[in-house]
């Protein structure tokens, strides 16, 4: 089993800075485009998405497969993923680690599952049909929760650690997610990172949240936090050089301001990596 | 399989759609506030999400109603049209038809028409990309082809018929300027709406263009064309106003170029 080769700092293509990125070629390794924004018949999305395909790396993200779901797998929306991975050739495809709806109610949100054996043995199957469906391994991504299930018999982490190892898919780890999560279920997040499998990562999240009354929100419409850049460093020192994007999706400013947050993903691990070395 | 899986997602799916309580027996007590408090934030981000993808999908109404009759037209359309589909694009394809019973709107159809005319500007957005015929196809085809040739409309193209100064609404909250006080028109306005390019755009037809339009969407050839405008108005112009509407439905990039059309299709 051999990881794909890391691709560098990248940042999630948005439509505010489409121009701006075909105009000046920023200095960004790679993108990550949310599939569903471009599984559309046709148009300015799809022609944007092919003119950064041109020039940058691309992986496709997704947030409806609803992997953990207990209604039949969509086969339509797998077949359209289907043909827009068959169009972006992207280096990878993920989602989530979640359910997203049930019975034609789709709740556009990301509900974690109850970590017990039935949703392991639940989810390792329907990873399994969807890699064979789109004939490649997909990367599943830990998700921010804010409830967790009576019936959970592990923790996350051995539940996703499970997961990966059962289903042999890789691992999209959101480094803000296990810091959201840990917060609001007051779990260690050293814990977290230390039980995740290194030959299974092949990508790291970045984003920040939001606090609420009780609980940190998920919300991707600020900076990374200061704690978050932490974790990162120590997931970094156990990982090593992987894949790093900066994931912001509401309040979204100047591309600019995405990139000086994403050189200081680069300078953090150029800090740690040059003293490995060294 | 999964019945204990199941059963919690249709309960907990169900308490964020209504008021059910059955959430509550299958998740734990949370490490801070209680159990409404943690489940809250889904139910909550149910509500905010699916209103923000109306506001991103209805830009202009927005504008014009302001954000409070916003809210409270999402809240209603969200309890009608629960999500159908896994992909956000499509949640608000129903409120057009959605506002045609909206109380709260029955004496203003100039807010239903807007709706109208952004659904239309959005789904020809992103529709199926077609290459278009251009004035050097046209010269680079034998006339007497040409004008055996069925037509073929652009497929990003969409129809609206509208009774209220809707479309003057919609082009003041665009320049973001004081839209002007809504009004009956003294005849209906008929509407195309297209890409060109990749942006949306719409036009008024008169009612003869709308006519010959109607026909190029039934695939008439520029000869049955003629002849069905010749009845509208002087017959021994019919030819000259068909072939001034055709430079404007080419230049526009309305009509398709299919390779049956024998167009070799450029964009």
């Known amino acids: 089993m051999t990881k794909p080769t890391p691709l560098g700092f990248g940042l999630g293509l948005r439509a505010q800075h489409y121009a ?43 947030v409806s497969l609803s992997i953990a779901g207990t209604n ?41 599952v109850p970590y017990s054996e039935e949703a392991l043995q639940h989810v390792v199957s329907r990873i399994a049909k969807v890699q064979d469906f789109l004939g490649t391994r997909i990367a599943i991504e830990n998700v921010s929760s804010y409830i967790t299930y009576e019936s959970s018999e592990m923790e996350e982490w051995d539940f996703v650690a499970e997961v990966a190892k059962r289903a042999d898919c890789w691992l999209l780890l959101d480094i803000n997610n296990v810091f959201v999560s840990g917060f609001n279920h007051n779990f260690s997040t050293h814990a977290f990172i230390d039980a995740v ?53 509401d309040n979204i400013p100047p591309l600019s301001d995405l990139i000086a947050e994403l050189n200081r993903a680069r300078s953090i691990s150029a800090s740690i990596f040059s003293k490995v070395a060294a | 399989m999964t019945t204990n899986l199941t059963k919690i997602q249709n309960d907990l799916a169900l308490s964020v759609v209504t008021n059910s309580l059955a959430f509550a027996h299958h998740i734990a007590t949370p490490a801070h506030g209680k159990k409404s408090d943690a489940f809250g934030i ?52 129903h409120l057009p038809e959605f506002l045609k019973s909206y109380v709260a709107f029955e004496f203003n159809p100039e807010k239903q028409e807007l709706a109208a005319l952004e659904l239309a500007l959005n789904d020809a957005f992103d529709s199926a990309d077609c290459n278009a015929i251009t004035l050097q196809n046209l010269s680079e085809t034998e006339q007497s082809e040409f004008l055996k040739t069925p037509l073929h409309i652009h497929p990003s193209s969409r129809r609206l018929k509208f009774r209220n ?27 195309v709406v297209w890409r060109q390019g990749t942006s949306s755009r719409f036009r008024l037809l008169g009612d003869e263009e709308a006519m010959a339009l109607n026909a190029v969407a039934d695939h008439a050839t520029f000869s049955q064309i003629c002849e069905l405008i010749a009845f509208m108005d002087g017959a021994e112009t019919a030819s000259l106003r068909a072939a001034s509407y055709l430079k404007g439905w080419v230049e526009a990039e309305l009509l398709a170029a299919t390779e049956t059309a024998g167009f070799a299709a450029v964009k």
Not at chain 1, 31 to 55: C, H, K, T, W
Not at chain 1, 202 to 228: N, W
Not at chain 2, 76 to 89: D, Q, V
Request: contains cysteine; aromatic residues 10%.
């Open chain 1, 20 to 62: 701006e990125i075909l105009n000046t070629n920023p200095e960004i390794d790679w993108f990550e485009v949310i599939s569903e924004n471009y599984m559309v018949p046709g148009g300015q999305p799809l022609r944007m998405l092919d003119a950064v395909r041109e020039r940058y790396p691309v992986v496709m993200h997704g």
């Open chain 1, 197 to 249: 499998p290194v030959d299974r990562v092949v990508q790291f999240h970045l984003a920040g949240h939001s606090e609420g009354k009780h609980h940190l929100i998920d919300t991707h419409d600020q900076a990374v936090s200061e704690e978050v850049w932490q974790l990162y460093e120590r997931a970094l020192q156990k990982f090593g050089p992987i894949t790093t994007m900066i994931e912001r999706d």
């Open chain 2, 165 to 191: 100064n809707t479309t003057s609404i919609w082009s003041a909250l665009k320049c973001e300027a004081e839209p002007p006080k809504p009004h009956a028109l003294d005849q209906m306005q008929e509407i």
């Open chain 1, 72 to 112: 039949p797998l969509d086969l339509n929306y797998l077949a359209q993923l289907k043909n827009l991975a068959q169009r972006v050739k992207p280096k990878w495809i993920s989602d989530h680690l979640c359910w997203t709806g049930v019975h034609g109610m789709n709740l556009h949100d990301l509900f974690p």
């Open chain 2, 42 to 93: 889904y139910k909550h981000g149910y509500v905010l999400r699916l209103t923000e993808f109306l506001a991103n999908d209805y830009k202009a109404l927005r504008t014009y109603i302001g954000e409070k009759n916003f809210s409270q037209m999402a809240k209603k359309y969200i309890e009608a049209y629960p999500s159908e589909n896994p992909n956000a694009r499509w949640y608000s394809k």
